[in-house]
């Protein structure tokens, strides 16, 4: 079945610093969203990315998605304690008969430390 | 606006028993997917309906069963509850069709089997 594969697990960094997580896909996808989920909550939509080489940029948020739509990329300019939290991608793929799937990374855990 | 509601929040269970998750998705939203996320990974899809139908299953046991009514609100059940089955049950809904629209998650139902 279709995978999602996300890294880093996990990722400690000194406030101020960058942040970036890589999701990769074994199959083509229709599109990729992004959610960020707090301690203790519920997964909160980032962003969709549904074309082929796309770049989207929230504030000190970029999110990519490659010319394959294979794989994407978040990175988090200059980051502040605010941006705690689990990130995970997740792949669209068309199952059939009118069908979405869609398959969600294992996420990468972001620690700031202040 | 009311978001995605789900109930019970919290509930234990021990082994055999039987399982019903409610959840109501946001007012207008046709589309509602189930996910079941154990700690420390993603959501991993269980469900998705869409005009009270079927629309995708994701690979859980048949004990696993799931149906949506006229008024959009969905039903999870789960017989012969297993010690695996222990995990938190998020409710989506999404806007306008069962696609690959931004998914709305609820505050999630937390499940304990003992």
């Known amino acids: 079945g279709q995978q999602v594969m996300q890294i880093p697990q996990y990722q400690h960094v000194q406030e101020g610093e960058d942040f970036t997580t890589y999701c990769n896909s074994s199959?083509?996808?229709?599109?990729i969203q992004w959610y960020k989920q707090r301690p203790g909550g519920h997964p909160v939509f980032l962003i969709q990315?549904?074309?082929?080489?796309e770049v989207k940029k929230q504030k000190r948020l970029t999110f990519q998605f490659g010319e394959a739509k294979k794989n994407s990329s978040l990175h988090i300019t200059a980051t502040q304690t605010t941006d705690v939290g689990t990130y995970f991608c997740a792949g669209t793929l068309y199952s059939g008969a009118g069908s979405y799937q869609l398959t969600f990374g294992k996420g990468t855990k972001l620690s700031v430390i202040p | 606006d009311a978001g995605v509601t789900q109930s019970p929040t919290h509930l234990i269970k021990t082994r055999g028993q039987h399982v019903t998750l409610r959840c109501s998705p946001i007012s207008g939203h046709k589309s509602v997917s189930w996910y079941q996320q154990v700690l420390g990974q993603g959501p991993q899809f269980i469900f998705q309906y869409y005009e009270k139908e079927e629309r995708g299953r994701g690979n859980f046991p048949d004990r696993f069963s799931a149906r949506q009514f006229p008024n959009y609100s969905s039903e999870l059940n789960v017989n012969a509850l297993l010690l695996g089955d222990s995990a938190l049950y998020l409710c989506a809904s999404s806007f306008p069709s069962a696609g690959t629209g931004e998914l709305f998650f609820g505050e999630g139902s937390r499940l304990t089997v003992l």
């Open positions: 990315l549904v074309k082929s080489g």
């Open positions: 199959t083509t996808l229709s599109n």
